[in-house]
């Protein structure tokens, strides 16, 4: 299966703004504003701190913020802190075979 | 409080079942499509299968299908993953997750599978 392609890694430093990519297909990104981000701890379960392209749940911090812009979605943290350091995932729904599918991750490093 | 807990997890042998169980409860349990995600040592998150309110319709990825099978009782807000035929590569955190909208909005803290010899 394929699955998105997000950057092994960003870095930022306190204060700043670093955005992720997540770059799928036709199939999946491009079809559907069915995108979510989720952040991760390490040893911990995800959290979705995205959902349907740019709505944030309930208790996520307004410095997260997301876009589409064809078979591309991207993840913006503003006001980078140093608790935002972890691991951030994107998923999108998928026309294909497997109707889910994730990037692989993107580790982010507040320096 | 909104939680998903999973249970069964464990060591067994190449070629082994395994039957991983969620159990759900502060949220009406019966609304809401249920995933399993698997994330290996060290590794990105997959998705591996989902079952539907009413259990009408399943998927799953394709290294699993045929080998897996997934089963909800809503009577008892739980959801099953019976996992057949385990490989090595099945080796994973096992996470069960709600969905909403087509993301996952509320993700249990997983069960360890380890295939192993």
Known sequence: ?111 | EMQLVESGGGLVQPGGSLRLSCAASGFPFINYWIHWVRQAPGKGLEWVAIIKRDASETYFVDSVEGRFTISRDNAKNSVSLQMNSLRADDTAVYYCARDWQYAFNLWGRGTMVTVSS
């Open chain 1, 1 to 111: 299966q394929s699955g998105l392609t997000q950057p092994a890694s960003v870095s930022g430093s306190p204060g700043q703004s670093i955005t992720i990519s997540c770059t799928g297909t036709s199939s999946d990104i491009g079809a559907y504003n069915f995108v979510s981000w989720y952040q991760q701890y390490p040893g911990k379960a995800p959290k979705v701190m995205i959902s349907e392209v740019r709505n944030r749940p309930s208790g996520v911090s307004d410095r997260f913020s997301g876009s589409k812009s064809g078979n591309t979605a991207s993840l913006t943290i503003s006001g980078l802190q140093p608790e935002d350091e972890a691991d951030y995932y994107c998923s999108s729904y998928t026309s294909t075979r497997t109707p889910w599918v994730f990037g692989g991750g993107t580790k982010l490093t507040v320096l």
